[in-house]
């Protein structure tokens, strides 16, 4: 069982930065990969980044170049920093298995980027 845990949204205008945490529980944490998502109202969820438990990344070529993955593997933790926010960055941010498990979506954390 995994339960997962997102912070860190927050309103900021374009062009900054925000640091988006996420608490993993569960066994076998350190070899799953790890995704970010995001997801816009009307919008399909989409996958922004990813991380083995190795640390190999990859990323969606939206946010090649100013986001950054990241994993604490003896913390359970995820990060996802972005810079260089654009408002179509806007939406909810929501972590997760990678592929995901529809049983481990959480509540997810906002982060909107004014103009």
């Known amino acids: 069982q995994v339960q997962l845990v997102e912070s860190g949204g927050d309103l900021v205008q374009a062009g900054g930065s925000l640091r988006l945490s996420c608490a993993a529980s569960?066994?076998?944490?350190?070899?799953?990969?790890m995704g970010w998502f995001r997801q816009e109202p009307g919008k399909a969820r989409e996958l922004v980044a990813s991380?083995?438990?190795?640390?190999?990344?990859n990323y969606a070529d939206s946010v090649k170049g100013r986001f950054t993955i990241s994993r604490d593997n003896a913390k359970k933790m995820v990060y996802l920093q972005m810079s260089s926010l654009r408002p179509e960055d806007t939406a909810v941010y929501y972590c997760?298995?990678?592929?995901?498990?529809?049983?481990?979506w959480g509540q997810g954390t906002q982060v909107t980027v004014s103009s």
């Open positions: 997760n298995l990678h592929p995901p498990s529809r049983d481990y």
């Open positions: 991380i083995t438990g190795a640390g190999i990344t």
């Open positions: 569960g066994t076998f944490f350190s070899v799953r990969t």
